[in-house]
């Protein structure tokens, strides 16, 4: 026998409880995001990550995958505790994502709730098909989870161009507008930098693909109210799952109720049919049934754990179909993977793991991204095959990795990037830098420059420089300092590659050869212990 949790009159708090808590886990959530950059501190003293270390569905693919219980991801455990208690309530209460949804639809004014859920088993073939390749350490939650999604465009797209207009406008203000306008624009200035505003100014490779992804799912509202935690979000699926054994859900109305279905017409979540029952695995407890039921008769209730609603909710033939086709993923893409060599361009951060447990742990959050200081960080494409895109890669023409600096391992949620200590970064070699001699001034023009050597962090300097006189095309003598690189030094940080004056591609640049995390990729000793490089580099 069930029974009423909460008197009827009390919902209307209930619901207004939640409009705060999601206002405030909002809030929250973009106050961590803007601190997950450098603010002059060599920390990060915030858990900026928290929301990706709750996140079951992430914990657990990134388990499987990794096949290994990763601390940094228990929390997730508070999480799943909380659903079994009080079902889906973290998509109707905490979910960023949710609540940006729910902020469009008011502003759309359009709201299409009572409609049946388009795809009613989709949610629940994607979890289905992304625990069936974590499982055979393929991980793609990255690509459909939530937060990833919300936080790969925030960063790239939306900050960066908030960025470019505060900028645009304040600079605007300054030249054109009168004094006084410039007494309240200019002190507003200096607070949202200080604590609004990216550091600096940014530029991400995939920021509009990073974009149209969260637009879509946003424009989407137009379609059907919560169209992608109705249809499309995994993780919403998997916290359904957790809710159907749950001990508080609500409970539906009656054949008292007559020919009324207005509950089932306002349900933002399609989780009332006709016949009025609540399927808990879709219900995300928004409180607009209770406090909208003009009998009042649907309430809170308790009852023994158990199984309630639909579980997975897919067909037999869907659930072989799902898993046969993400099970044959990982060995089709495993084909790539053996012919390929590895991709010299493919430079990760320092501290990240061996390829295939990188890989396996990244969740393609792209906290690392957000934080790195030197804008190296960007997201890969197909650099790393179809099952890296979107994970971090250095980019060194864009951006280097600072010398001094520890960010991304701080900030990242897996471990798939190590925490360095100083001492552990300033030794651990990401990749290697090169001269292109035809493209090189001192090599190919004769023309005096010396700009990577000046900017190499190393204390031993991994660029030097050999003082040689040249002939240049007057037949004059023109003595010139020839740059060069010092293998043992060299880190692949990139700024090298970076600072480079020339136009277009640098005449020095980095790669992945050398990097310390496959020992098979080690530079050939340099055998005439020269420290010149091997082949005369
Ligand atoms: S890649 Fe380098 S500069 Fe960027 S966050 Fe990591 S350690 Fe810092
Ligand atoms: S490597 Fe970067 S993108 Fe991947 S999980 Fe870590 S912080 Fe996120």
Avoid at 169 to 180: D, E, I, L, M, V
Wanted: charged share 15%; proline share 7%.
């Amino acid at each position: 026998m069930s029974t009423p949790v909460v008197p009827i009159q009390r919902y209307r708090w209930l619901r207004r409880a939640r409009v705060v808590m999601q206002l405030g886990c909002l809030l929250l959530f973009l106050w961590l995001f803007s601190k997950t950059d450098y603010d002059g501190s060599d920390t990060i003293d915030y858990a900026v990550n928290l929301l990706f270390r709750i996140d079951p569905l992430l914990a657990l693919c990134t388990m499987l995958a990794a096949r290994a219980f990763i601390l940094l991801m228990a929390p997730a455990l508070v999480v799943v505790g909380l659903s079994l208690l009080f079902g889906r309530f973290f998509c109707g209460w905490i979910c960023p994502l949710g609540s940006l949804l729910d902020g469009t639809q008011s502003l759309l004014k359009n709201s299409r709730s009572g409609h049946p859920t388009l795809f009613p088993s989709l949610a629940a073939t994607i979890l289905l098909a992304v625990l069936v390749a974590a499982a055979l350490q393929l991980p793609l939650a990255g690509y459909v989870d939530p937060f990833s999604i919300l936080v790969r465009a925030l960063a790239q797209a939306v900050y960066p161009a908030l960025h470019n207009l505060a900028e645009w406008f304040f600079t605007f203000t300054y030249q054109q507008a009168p004094p006084w306008v410039n007494a309240l624009t200019e002190p507003l200035y200096a607070f949202l930098k200080a604590h609004v505003l990216p550091f600096q100014r940014k530029y991400f490779d995939l920021a509009l693909l990073s974009m149209a992804v969260l637009l879509a799912i946003v424009s989407a509202e137009a379609v059907q109210r919560r169209f992608f935690c109705r249809n499309l979000c995994p993780l919403g699926a998997l916290l359904g799952w957790f809710a159907r054994l749950g001990v508080t859900g609500v409970a539906g109305g009656t054949e008292a109720c007559g020919s009324c279905r207005l509950c089932s017409r306002i349900c933002r979540m399609g989780a009332i049919d006709e016949q009025r029952h609540i399927n808990p695995n879709s219900c995300i407890l928004c409180m607009d049934c209770l406090v909208q039921c003009p009998r009042q008769v649907i309430g809170l209730q308790m009852q023994a754990p158990g199984r309630r609603g639909a579980g997975l909710s897919l067909s037999r033939r869907r659930f072989i179909g799902t898993v046969l086709l993400a099970g044959a993923l990982p060995p089709v893409l495993g084909v790539r993977r053996l012919t390929a060599a590895p991709n010299p361009e493919l430079i990760r951060p320092p501290g990240a793991l061996a390829e295939d447990a990188f890989l396996q742990r990244c969740v393609r959050c792209a906290e690392c991204i957000q934080v790195c200081i030197g804008n190296g960080l960007q997201p890969s494409l197909l650099e790393g095959g179809v099952e890296g895109l979107f994970a971090p890669r250095l980019v060194a023409r864009t951006g280097y990795c600072e010398f001094n600096c520890t960010l991304c391992g701080q900030v990242c949620p897996t471990g798939a990037i190590r925490v360095l200590s100083l001492e552990e970064k300033h030794r651990s070699k990401i990749g290697h830098a090169w001269f292109d001699k035809d493209r090189c001034l001192p090599y190919a023009k004769g023309v005096p420059c010396i700009v990577c050597e000046e900017h190499c962090p190393t204390p031993d300097k991994a660029i030097r420089f050999r003082e040689v006189v040249v002939v240049d095309d007057s037949g004059r003598d023109v003595p010139l300092h020839q740059p060069y690189i010092v293998d043992a030094f060299c880190i692949g940080c990139g700024i090298c590659e970076t600072k480079c004056p020339l136009p277009g591609r640098a005449a020095i640049f980095v790669t992945s050869d050398g990097e310390d995390r496959h020992p098979d990729r080690r530079l050939p000793a340099n055998p005439g212990g020269s420290s010149s490089g091997y082949g005369g580099y």
